[in-house]
């Protein structure tokens, strides 16, 4: 047995291995190696072209890697797609949200998997239930489970996105930018939630800008220049 591999298991559950992309002639990633714990949050800074958003789309499943390696758990994971990269506990909170905006916050949660009863048609009473009790859980009480998203300030849609990623299971949340259209309050609702999470042995990426919260907030930090990381 390695030894030494049980080790990285027990104490990562995400590791990018000399990860390399090319567009075209134009090498974006160059030999990138991070690694996350398990209950980490990881800040991922660099300025705008630095790589942070190929790498985390190569992740996602967006963009194919042309080299190395991603480990996730202890095992070899090729995220051909981004539904295997859902199906594998990964969740990509994106800048600009994937949100029905006409739809309640309830229906936004379930969009992908309504639950139906016995008579084989959708359950709105238990769908209401279960989002509610979530919302609830995560400490959320500025809007309820019938709200319709399209009221919702910008905060408080990004939350309906980060509740919605964890509904799913995810290990690993990925948030982009998650603090540039919020206010100060919504900020420190969003850090609260993103702290909860650690605590429950989530595992989250915040890529920002600003590095005053990234120090605040992040347990380590990887930073991108030109598609490598110095620091």
């Known amino acids: 047995m390695d030894v030494r591999r049980v080790a990285e298991k027990q104490d990562y559950i995400l590791q990018l291995k000399q990860v390399t992309k090319s567009f075209a002639s134009v090498q974006v990633l160059k030999d990138i190696t991070i690694a996350l714990k398990r209950g980490e949050i990881l800040g991922l800074v660099g300025e705008n072209g630095a790589g942070k958003s190929t790498l985390m789309n190569i992740l996602g499943g967006i963009h194919q890697r042309d080299g ?16 295997v990269s859902q199906a594998a506990g990964i969740a990509f ?9 006409n739809l309640s ?3 936004n949660l379930f969009i992908s998997g309504m639950i139906k009863n016995r008579a084989k048609t959708i359950d709105k009473r238990a769908m209401k239930k279960i989002a509610q009790e979530k919302l ?4 959320i009480t500025d809007f309820t489970a019938d ?15 980060i509740t919605k990623a964890i509904m799913k299971d995810a290990k690993i949340i990925i948030l982009d930018e998650p603090t540039t259209s919020l206010s100060n309050k919504e900020k420190e609702k969003l850090f609260e939630i993103m702290h909860l999470l650690q605590k429950q042995g989530k595992s989250l990426i915040f890529i920002s800008h600003i590095l005053e919260d990234v120090f605040v907030h992040c347990d380590e930090i990887a930073v991108l220049r030109d598609g490598e990381i110095i620091s």
């Open 68 to 83: 190395g390696e991603i480990v996730l758990d202890g095992e070899t994971f090729e995220p051909a797609n981004p539904k």
């Open 93 to 101: 909170v994106h800048q600009e949200l994937n949100l029905f905006t």
């Open 105 to 107: 916050v309830y229906e």
């Open 136 to 139: 609830k859980e995560l400490g």
């Open 147 to 161: 709200d319709i998203v399209g009221v919702l300030p910008m905060g408080q849609r990004q939350l309906v996105e």
